[in-house]
Protein backbone atom coordinates (compact mmCIF):
# COMPACT_ATOMS: atom_id res chain seq x y z
CA UNK A 1 0.00 0.00 0.00
CA UNK A 2 1.56 3.23 -1.16
CA UNK A 3 1.64 6.01 1.65
CA UNK A 4 -1.61 8.06 2.08
CA UNK A 5 0.04 11.12 0.66
CA UNK A 6 -0.43 9.64 -2.89
CA UNK A 7 -3.82 8.00 -3.32
CA UNK A 8 -4.24 8.29 -7.35
CA UNK A 9 -6.47 5.07 -7.35
CA UNK A 10 -9.67 5.69 -6.06
CA UNK A 11 -12.59 2.99 -5.98
CA UNK A 12 -15.88 4.54 -7.88
CA UNK A 13 -19.22 3.34 -5.61
CA UNK A 14 -16.61 1.08 -4.06
CA UNK A 15 -14.97 -1.57 -6.04
CA UNK A 16 -18.14 -1.51 -8.05
CA UNK A 17 -17.55 -3.91 -10.55
CA UNK A 18 -16.84 -6.56 -7.81
CA UNK A 19 -19.24 -5.92 -5.35
CA UNK A 20 -22.75 -3.92 -5.10
CA UNK A 21 -21.87 -0.55 -5.64
CA UNK A 22 -22.06 1.60 -2.56
CA UNK A 23 -22.64 -0.62 0.25
CA UNK A 24 -20.30 -2.38 2.74
CA UNK A 25 -19.06 -4.94 0.87
CA UNK A 26 -18.17 -3.04 -2.24
CA UNK A 27 -15.66 -0.79 0.26
CA UNK A 28 -14.00 -4.06 2.29
CA UNK A 29 -13.69 -5.01 -1.24
CA UNK A 30 -11.78 -1.93 -2.82
CA UNK A 31 -9.80 -1.85 0.61
CA UNK A 32 -8.87 -5.47 -0.52
CA UNK A 33 -7.21 -5.01 -3.91
CA UNK A 34 -5.43 -2.12 -3.25
CA UNK A 35 -7.42 1.13 -3.97
CA UNK A 36 -5.89 4.14 -2.22
CA UNK A 37 -9.58 5.49 -1.54
CA UNK A 38 -12.94 5.12 -1.91
CA UNK A 39 -15.43 7.62 -4.16
CA UNK A 40 -19.03 7.43 -2.52
CA UNK A 41 -22.65 9.49 -3.58
CA UNK A 42 -24.29 11.34 -0.50
CA UNK A 43 -28.23 11.27 -0.03
CA UNK A 44 -30.29 12.33 2.30
CA UNK A 45 -33.16 10.47 3.91
CA UNK A 46 -36.80 12.12 4.09
CA UNK A 47 -35.92 12.61 8.01
CA UNK A 48 -32.26 14.06 7.39
CA UNK A 49 -30.27 11.21 7.59
CA UNK A 50 -26.87 11.09 5.47
CA UNK A 51 -27.25 7.92 3.24
CA UNK A 52 -25.00 6.31 0.29
CA UNK A 53 -26.69 5.99 -2.59
CA UNK A 54 -26.11 6.87 -6.13
CA UNK A 55 -29.53 7.09 -8.02
CA UNK A 56 -32.76 9.27 -7.22
CA UNK A 57 -34.56 6.19 -6.32
CA UNK A 58 -33.83 2.51 -5.07
CA UNK A 59 -35.11 1.02 -8.15
CA UNK A 60 -31.94 -0.04 -9.65
CA UNK A 61 -30.04 -1.24 -6.87
CA UNK A 62 -32.12 -2.39 -4.11
CA UNK A 63 -35.40 -4.72 -3.61
CA UNK A 64 -37.36 -1.35 -3.58
CA UNK A 65 -39.98 -2.95 -6.01
CA UNK A 66 -40.64 -6.13 -3.14
CA UNK A 67 -40.61 -4.25 -0.03
CA UNK A 68 -42.12 -1.09 -0.99
CA UNK A 69 -44.58 -1.98 -4.61
CA UNK A 70 -46.29 1.06 -4.48
CA UNK A 71 -43.42 3.74 -4.02
CA UNK A 72 -40.34 1.88 -6.20
CA UNK A 73 -40.21 4.96 -8.31
CA UNK A 74 -40.62 7.44 -5.61
CA UNK A 75 -37.54 9.74 -5.09
CA UNK A 76 -34.84 8.78 -2.49
CA UNK A 77 -35.85 11.75 -0.40
CA UNK A 78 -39.40 10.71 0.28
CA UNK A 79 -38.10 7.75 2.32
CA UNK A 80 -38.02 8.14 6.59
CA UNK A 81 -34.13 5.95 7.24
CA UNK A 82 -36.33 3.57 9.51
CA UNK A 83 -37.70 2.49 5.37
CA UNK A 84 -34.56 2.52 3.56
CA UNK A 85 -32.63 0.77 6.54
CA UNK A 86 -34.84 -2.08 5.39
CA UNK A 87 -33.96 -2.81 2.03
CA UNK A 88 -31.23 -5.03 0.42
CA UNK A 89 -28.95 -3.24 -1.66
CA UNK A 90 -27.18 -6.30 -2.35
CA UNK A 91 -29.25 -8.84 -3.94
CA UNK A 92 -29.07 -7.07 -7.74
CA UNK A 93 -25.63 -7.82 -7.92
CA UNK A 94 -25.92 -11.67 -8.49
CA UNK A 95 -29.04 -11.18 -10.41
CA UNK A 96 -27.77 -9.04 -13.15
CA UNK A 97 -24.16 -9.37 -13.10
CA UNK A 98 -23.77 -5.76 -14.17
CA UNK A 99 -19.40 -5.83 -15.05
CA UNK A 100 -20.06 -9.62 -15.98
CA UNK A 101 -17.89 -10.64 -12.86
CA UNK A 102 -19.91 -13.17 -11.75
CA UNK A 103 -19.88 -14.64 -15.60
CA UNK A 104 -16.28 -14.20 -15.56
CA UNK A 105 -15.80 -16.32 -12.44
CA UNK A 106 -13.54 -12.82 -11.03
CA UNK A 107 -16.57 -12.90 -8.41
CA UNK A 108 -17.51 -16.30 -6.70
CA UNK A 109 -20.78 -17.68 -5.86
CA UNK A 110 -19.90 -17.55 -2.59
CA UNK A 111 -19.18 -13.44 -2.19
CA UNK A 112 -22.65 -13.20 -4.53
CA UNK A 113 -24.18 -15.08 -1.86
CA UNK A 114 -22.72 -12.95 0.82
CA UNK A 115 -23.93 -10.03 -0.71
CA UNK A 116 -27.40 -10.49 -0.45
CA UNK A 117 -29.24 -8.45 2.42
CA UNK A 118 -26.21 -5.33 2.09
CA UNK A 119 -27.70 -2.67 3.22
CA UNK A 120 -27.67 0.93 2.48
CA UNK A 121 -24.90 2.49 4.43
CA UNK A 122 -24.84 5.58 6.38
CA UNK A 123 -22.42 8.31 5.83
CA UNK A 124 -21.33 7.90 9.72
CA UNK A 125 -20.58 4.51 9.07
CA UNK A 126 -18.41 4.20 6.14
CA UNK A 127 -16.45 7.23 7.79
CA UNK A 128 -15.56 4.94 10.65
CA UNK A 129 -14.46 2.52 8.20
CA UNK A 130 -12.49 4.85 6.41
CA UNK A 131 -10.54 6.59 9.53
CA UNK A 132 -10.13 2.58 10.61
CA UNK A 133 -8.42 2.14 7.59
CA UNK A 134 -5.73 3.29 5.29
CA UNK A 135 -7.85 4.97 2.94
CA UNK A 136 -8.77 8.02 1.05
CA UNK A 137 -12.79 9.21 1.14
CA UNK A 138 -14.31 11.39 -1.89
CA UNK A 139 -17.53 12.33 -0.97
CA UNK A 140 -19.77 13.51 -3.33
CA UNK A 141 -22.91 15.35 -2.60
CA UNK A 142 -25.38 14.80 -5.07
CA UNK A 143 -27.80 17.98 -5.31
CA UNK A 144 -31.13 17.97 -3.47
CA UNK A 145 -34.70 18.23 -4.95
CA UNK A 146 -35.94 21.24 -4.66
CA UNK A 147 -38.20 19.86 -1.93
CA UNK A 148 -35.26 19.73 0.27
CA UNK A 149 -34.04 23.01 -0.66
CA UNK A 150 -33.81 24.67 2.99
CA UNK A 151 -31.59 21.32 4.12
CA UNK A 152 -28.02 22.69 4.50
CA UNK A 153 -26.31 18.97 3.49
CA UNK A 154 -22.94 20.69 2.79
CA UNK A 155 -22.77 21.63 6.94
CA UNK A 156 -24.33 18.43 7.98
CA UNK A 157 -21.82 16.44 5.81
CA UNK A 158 -18.78 18.48 7.64
CA UNK A 159 -20.86 17.67 10.74
CA UNK A 160 -20.45 13.90 9.92
CA UNK A 161 -16.78 14.12 9.26
CA UNK A 162 -15.87 16.15 12.65
CA UNK A 163 -17.84 13.65 14.50
CA UNK A 164 -15.73 10.69 13.18
CA UNK A 165 -12.90 12.42 13.91
CA UNK A 166 -11.31 12.31 10.31
CA UNK A 167 -8.42 13.94 9.47
CA UNK A 168 -7.80 17.03 6.29
CA UNK A 169 -5.73 15.00 3.89
CA UNK A 170 -7.83 11.69 4.20
CA UNK A 171 -10.75 12.72 2.32
CA UNK A 172 -12.35 15.77 -0.13
CA UNK A 173 -16.05 16.63 -0.63
CA UNK A 174 -16.90 17.17 -4.56
CA UNK A 175 -20.33 17.82 -6.01
CA UNK A 176 -21.78 18.69 -9.31
CA UNK A 177 -23.52 21.68 -7.24
CA UNK A 178 -20.85 23.50 -6.72
CA UNK A 179 -22.55 26.10 -4.55
CA UNK A 180 -21.85 23.09 -1.92
CA UNK A 181 -18.86 23.31 -1.90
CA UNK A 182 -18.55 26.90 -1.75
CA UNK A 183 -20.42 26.51 1.45
CA UNK A 184 -18.07 23.90 2.61
CA UNK A 185 -14.98 26.27 2.16
CA UNK A 186 -16.99 29.38 4.03
CA UNK A 187 -17.17 26.81 6.97
CA UNK A 188 -13.95 25.09 6.69
CA UNK A 189 -11.22 26.49 4.80
CA UNK A 190 -8.74 23.82 5.34
CA UNK A 191 -10.89 20.74 3.73
CA UNK A 192 -9.94 19.66 0.12
CA UNK A 193 -13.43 20.32 -2.13
CA UNK A 194 -13.20 18.38 -5.87
CA UNK A 195 -15.90 20.47 -8.52
CA UNK A 196 -16.80 17.78 -10.33
CA UNK A 197 -17.53 19.13 -14.22
CA UNK A 198 -18.44 17.32 -17.04
CA UNK A 199 -21.74 15.75 -16.54
CA UNK A 200 -23.52 16.35 -19.39
CA UNK A 201 -21.57 14.50 -22.70
CA UNK A 202 -23.65 16.50 -25.02
CA UNK A 203 -21.83 19.76 -23.51
CA UNK A 204 -18.18 20.90 -23.32
CA UNK A 205 -17.56 20.68 -19.27
CA UNK A 206 -17.41 23.76 -17.73
CA UNK A 207 -13.95 24.82 -15.94
CA UNK A 208 -16.60 27.64 -14.71
CA UNK A 209 -13.46 30.34 -14.87
CA UNK A 210 -11.17 27.97 -12.45
CA UNK A 211 -12.45 29.11 -9.18
CA UNK A 212 -11.44 26.01 -7.79
CA UNK A 213 -8.14 24.38 -6.71
CA UNK A 214 -9.09 21.13 -7.69
CA UNK A 215 -11.35 19.51 -10.32
CA UNK A 216 -12.96 16.27 -10.94
CA UNK A 217 -13.38 16.12 -14.64
CA UNK A 218 -15.15 13.65 -17.03
CA UNK A 219 -12.61 11.52 -18.87
CA UNK A 220 -15.16 11.32 -22.10
CA UNK A 221 -14.90 14.89 -22.70
CA UNK A 222 -11.53 15.70 -21.69
CA UNK A 223 -8.32 16.46 -24.03
CA UNK A 224 -5.05 17.82 -23.24
CA UNK A 225 -5.31 21.32 -24.37
CA UNK A 226 -8.41 21.30 -21.06
CA UNK A 227 -5.75 19.61 -18.93
CA UNK A 228 -2.88 22.24 -19.88
CA UNK A 229 -5.09 24.70 -19.29
CA UNK A 230 -6.26 23.69 -15.86
CA UNK A 231 -2.92 23.23 -14.80
CA UNK A 232 -1.46 26.61 -16.20
CA UNK A 233 -4.38 28.16 -13.93
CA UNK A 234 -2.24 26.99 -10.94
CA UNK A 235 -5.44 24.09 -10.57
CA UNK A 236 -5.37 20.17 -9.44
CA UNK A 237 -7.55 17.31 -11.86
CA UNK A 238 -8.95 14.16 -11.35
CA UNK A 239 -10.63 12.02 -13.59
CA UNK A 240 -13.68 10.10 -13.37
CA UNK A 241 -14.67 7.29 -14.29
CA UNK A 242 -11.30 5.83 -15.88
CA UNK A 243 -11.57 1.94 -16.97
CA UNK A 244 -9.12 1.12 -19.39
CA UNK A 245 -6.06 0.51 -17.91
CA UNK A 246 -4.29 2.52 -21.17
CA UNK A 247 -6.16 5.68 -20.28
CA UNK A 248 -5.12 5.05 -16.72
CA UNK A 249 -1.56 4.98 -17.33
CA UNK A 250 -1.35 8.00 -20.17
CA UNK A 251 -3.62 10.67 -17.87
CA UNK A 252 -1.76 9.91 -14.17
CA UNK A 253 2.07 9.65 -16.53
CA UNK A 254 0.45 13.02 -17.92
CA UNK A 255 -0.02 14.89 -14.21
CA UNK A 256 -4.21 13.68 -13.61
CA UNK A 257 -3.69 12.88 -9.65
CA UNK A 258 -5.89 10.81 -9.17
CA UNK A 259 -8.23 8.33 -11.37
CA UNK A 260 -11.75 7.41 -10.33
CA UNK A 261 -12.54 3.82 -11.29
CA UNK A 262 -14.88 1.20 -11.39
CA UNK A 263 -12.14 -1.39 -11.38
CA UNK A 264 -8.98 -0.46 -9.03
CA UNK A 265 -8.13 -3.92 -8.88
CA UNK A 266 -6.66 -3.18 -12.35
CA UNK A 267 -4.64 -0.13 -11.99
CA UNK A 268 -3.66 -1.80 -8.86
CA UNK A 269 -2.41 -5.22 -10.58
CA UNK A 270 -0.76 -3.33 -13.10
CA UNK A 271 0.18 0.27 -11.50
CA UNK A 272 2.07 2.75 -13.35
CA UNK A 273 5.84 2.85 -13.43
CA UNK A 274 7.92 4.92 -11.29
CA UNK A 275 8.13 8.18 -12.99
CA UNK A 276 11.79 8.71 -13.72
CA UNK A 277 12.83 12.24 -15.30
CA UNK A 278 16.11 10.99 -16.80
CA UNK A 279 13.94 9.72 -18.94
CA UNK A 280 11.30 12.27 -19.69
CA UNK A 281 7.58 11.51 -18.79
CA UNK A 282 5.13 11.86 -21.44
CA UNK A 283 4.05 14.77 -19.20
CA UNK A 284 7.11 16.90 -19.36
CA UNK A 285 8.08 17.03 -23.07
CA UNK A 286 11.01 19.36 -22.96
CA UNK A 287 11.37 20.16 -26.65
CA UNK A 288 7.59 19.42 -27.99
CA UNK A 289 5.69 20.91 -25.21
CA UNK A 290 5.42 25.13 -25.43
CA UNK A 291 5.22 25.29 -21.38
CA UNK A 292 7.57 22.62 -20.61
CA UNK A 293 10.26 24.29 -22.98
CA UNK A 294 9.65 27.55 -21.24
CA UNK A 295 10.16 25.83 -17.47
CA UNK A 296 13.61 24.38 -18.69
CA UNK A 297 14.41 27.80 -20.25
CA UNK A 298 14.46 29.93 -17.53
CA UNK A 299 15.36 27.38 -14.97
CA UNK A 300 18.21 26.19 -16.83
CA UNK A 301 19.27 29.72 -16.88
CA UNK A 302 18.41 30.74 -13.64
CA UNK A 303 20.71 28.13 -12.37
CA UNK A 304 23.51 28.34 -14.81
CA UNK A 305 23.75 32.20 -13.21
CA UNK A 306 22.94 31.55 -9.99
CA UNK A 307 26.37 28.77 -9.88
CA UNK A 308 28.52 31.05 -11.93
CA UNK A 309 27.89 34.44 -9.88
CA UNK A 310 27.40 32.48 -6.25
CA UNK A 311 23.71 33.42 -6.13
CA UNK A 312 21.42 30.24 -5.00
CA UNK A 313 18.59 31.90 -3.72
CA UNK A 314 17.92 33.42 -7.35
CA UNK A 315 16.95 29.76 -9.08
CA UNK A 316 15.42 29.34 -5.93
CA UNK A 317 12.70 32.00 -6.49
CA UNK A 318 12.69 31.67 -10.06
CA UNK A 319 11.61 27.59 -9.53
CA UNK A 320 8.77 28.99 -6.70
CA UNK A 321 7.39 31.45 -9.30
CA UNK A 322 7.25 28.68 -12.05
CA UNK A 323 6.33 26.28 -9.47
CA UNK A 324 2.89 28.19 -8.82
CA UNK A 325 1.86 28.34 -12.47
CA UNK A 326 2.71 25.15 -14.07
CA UNK A 327 1.16 21.49 -14.27
CA UNK A 328 1.98 18.52 -11.99
CA UNK A 329 4.18 16.87 -14.02
CA UNK A 330 6.15 20.15 -14.56
CA UNK A 331 6.26 20.75 -10.99
CA UNK A 332 7.55 17.60 -10.37
CA UNK A 333 10.55 18.08 -12.85
CA UNK A 334 11.13 21.23 -11.11
CA UNK A 335 11.04 19.49 -7.60
CA UNK A 336 14.04 16.82 -9.49
CA UNK A 337 15.82 19.26 -10.99
CA UNK A 338 15.81 21.48 -7.84
CA UNK A 339 17.37 18.47 -6.15
CA UNK A 340 20.05 18.24 -8.50
CA UNK A 341 21.27 21.78 -7.82
CA UNK A 342 21.00 22.02 -4.64
CA UNK A 343 23.72 19.02 -4.86
CA UNK A 344 25.92 20.85 -7.41
CA UNK A 345 25.83 23.60 -5.34
CA UNK A 346 26.84 22.10 -2.17
CA UNK A 347 30.03 20.96 -4.37
CA UNK A 348 30.46 23.90 -6.12
CA UNK A 349 32.08 26.11 -3.51
CA UNK A 350 33.45 24.08 -1.39
CA UNK A 351 36.65 24.16 -3.47
CA UNK A 352 37.92 26.77 -5.88
CA UNK A 353 36.32 26.15 -9.50
CA UNK A 354 36.20 27.97 -12.74
CA UNK A 355 33.34 28.10 -14.90
CA UNK A 356 34.64 24.91 -17.22
CA UNK A 357 34.96 22.76 -14.46
CA UNK A 358 30.96 23.96 -12.73
CA UNK A 359 29.33 22.60 -16.35
CA UNK A 360 31.31 19.99 -15.51
CA UNK A 361 29.65 18.98 -11.78
CA UNK A 362 26.29 19.87 -13.54
CA UNK A 363 27.16 17.58 -16.30
CA UNK A 364 27.57 14.23 -13.37
CA UNK A 365 24.09 15.37 -12.15
CA UNK A 366 22.90 14.97 -16.44
CA UNK A 367 22.21 18.85 -16.13
CA UNK A 368 22.41 19.08 -19.73
CA UNK A 369 20.27 22.03 -20.85
CA UNK A 370 22.39 23.55 -17.53
CA UNK A 371 25.82 22.84 -19.04
CA UNK A 372 24.70 24.07 -22.24
CA UNK A 373 23.71 27.37 -20.73
CA UNK A 374 26.69 27.49 -18.84
CA UNK A 375 29.37 26.95 -21.65
CA UNK A 376 27.50 29.76 -24.03
CA UNK A 377 28.39 32.93 -22.72
CA UNK A 378 31.99 30.85 -22.42
CA UNK A 379 31.99 30.19 -25.96
CA UNK A 380 30.81 33.29 -27.04
CA UNK A 381 34.02 35.02 -25.61
CA UNK A 382 36.42 32.04 -26.94
CA UNK A 383 38.31 32.32 -29.28
CA UNK A 384 40.48 29.61 -31.91
CA UNK A 385 40.51 26.05 -30.53
CA UNK A 386 39.42 26.82 -27.68
CA UNK A 387 36.26 28.00 -28.81
CA UNK A 388 36.02 25.15 -31.34
CA UNK A 389 36.24 23.04 -28.49
CA UNK A 390 33.54 24.59 -25.94
CA UNK A 391 31.23 24.15 -29.32
CA UNK A 392 31.58 20.24 -29.49
CA UNK A 393 31.00 20.18 -25.57
CA UNK A 394 27.93 21.83 -26.05
CA UNK A 395 26.98 19.67 -28.78
CA UNK A 396 27.97 17.03 -26.53
CA UNK A 397 25.48 17.49 -23.67
CA UNK A 398 22.99 18.40 -26.39
CA UNK A 399 23.28 15.15 -27.38
CA UNK A 400 22.31 13.76 -24.30
CA UNK A 401 19.57 16.29 -24.02
CA UNK A 402 18.00 14.47 -26.86
CA UNK A 403 19.17 11.21 -25.80
CA UNK A 404 16.94 11.88 -22.58
CA UNK A 405 14.20 13.18 -24.51
CA UNK A 406 13.37 10.19 -26.61
CA UNK A 407 15.14 11.53 -29.68
CA UNK A 408 17.78 8.87 -31.10
CA UNK A 409 18.34 10.51 -34.09
CA UNK A 410 19.10 14.29 -33.82
CA UNK A 411 21.18 12.30 -30.58
CA UNK A 412 23.47 10.27 -32.98
CA UNK A 413 23.60 13.16 -35.93
CA UNK A 414 25.27 15.68 -32.56
CA UNK A 415 27.50 13.26 -31.31
CA UNK A 416 28.87 12.59 -35.01
CA UNK A 417 29.78 16.11 -34.85
CA UNK A 418 31.31 16.91 -31.37
CA UNK A 419 33.08 13.50 -31.90
CA UNK A 420 35.97 14.40 -34.17
CA UNK A 421 36.59 18.15 -32.37
CA UNK A 422 36.90 16.62 -29.19
CA UNK A 423 39.22 14.02 -30.54
CA UNK A 424 41.33 16.43 -31.70
CA UNK A 425 41.20 18.85 -28.99
CA UNK A 426 41.32 16.24 -26.07
CA UNK A 427 44.15 18.04 -24.25
CA UNK A 428 42.25 20.84 -23.03
CA UNK A 429 39.30 17.93 -21.72
CA UNK A 430 42.31 16.32 -20.21
CA UNK A 431 43.47 19.16 -17.89
CA UNK A 432 40.07 18.32 -15.80
CA UNK A 433 38.90 14.59 -16.55
CA UNK A 434 40.20 11.67 -18.21
CA UNK A 435 38.56 12.65 -22.01
CA UNK A 436 38.93 8.97 -23.09
CA UNK A 437 35.46 8.14 -21.10
CA UNK A 438 33.50 10.77 -22.98
CA UNK A 439 35.13 10.21 -26.41
CA UNK A 440 34.36 6.24 -26.06
CA UNK A 441 31.14 7.10 -24.58
CA UNK A 442 30.02 9.44 -28.14
CA UNK A 443 31.69 6.82 -30.60
CA UNK A 444 28.60 5.24 -32.35
CA UNK A 445 26.30 3.54 -30.94
CA UNK A 446 26.16 5.97 -28.77
CA UNK A 447 26.48 5.07 -24.67
CA UNK A 448 24.59 6.20 -21.96
CA UNK A 449 26.00 9.76 -21.12
CA UNK A 450 29.19 8.82 -18.64
CA UNK A 451 30.73 10.47 -15.26
CA UNK A 452 33.22 13.05 -16.13
CA UNK A 453 34.47 14.28 -12.57
CA UNK A 454 32.99 11.79 -10.49
CA UNK A 455 34.03 8.94 -12.66
CA UNK A 456 36.06 7.15 -10.32
CA UNK A 457 33.06 7.13 -8.12
CA UNK A 458 31.48 3.47 -7.57
O1 LIG B 1 -17.24 11.42 -8.58
C1 LIG B 1 -17.15 11.03 -9.89
C2 LIG B 1 -18.40 10.36 -10.36
O2 LIG B 1 -18.87 9.51 -9.38
C3 LIG B 1 -19.49 11.32 -10.74
O3 LIG B 1 -20.49 10.68 -11.44
O4 LIG B 1 -22.74 9.76 -11.66
O5 LIG B 1 -20.89 8.26 -11.02
O6 LIG B 1 -21.76 9.93 -9.40
P1 LIG B 1 -21.50 9.62 -10.85
CA1 LIG C 1 -20.37 9.63 -7.63
Request: overall charge negative.
Amino acid sequence: MPPLTTPFNIAHRGARSLAPENTMPAFRKALEVGAHGIESDVRVSADGRLILHHDSTFERTTNVKVVFPQRSADLVHTFEWSEIAGLDAGSWFGERDPFSTIAGGRVSPSEVQAFCGSAVPLLGEMLLFVRDHELFFNIEIKPLPAAMAGFDVAAKVVECVEMAGLDTGRFSISSFHHPYLRRVKDMRGDIEVNALIGENLARPQDWDAYEFAVYNANVDLIDLLQLQQAWRHGCRVNLYTVNRLAQMHHYLELGVEKIITDYPQLLSDHPPAARNHNRQSRGFQPFADRMSRNIRNELSKAFARALTEHRPTAVFKVADKLARTSAPCCRDYIDDRLERYRRVFDRAWATPNDDFRLSLLAWDESLFFEVHEILEPLWLQAHGDYKLFLQAMIRAAGCYMKEEAGYPAPAASLAAKALPVLRTHRDLLDRYVDSGRLLEALTPPLSPAPLLLDASSP
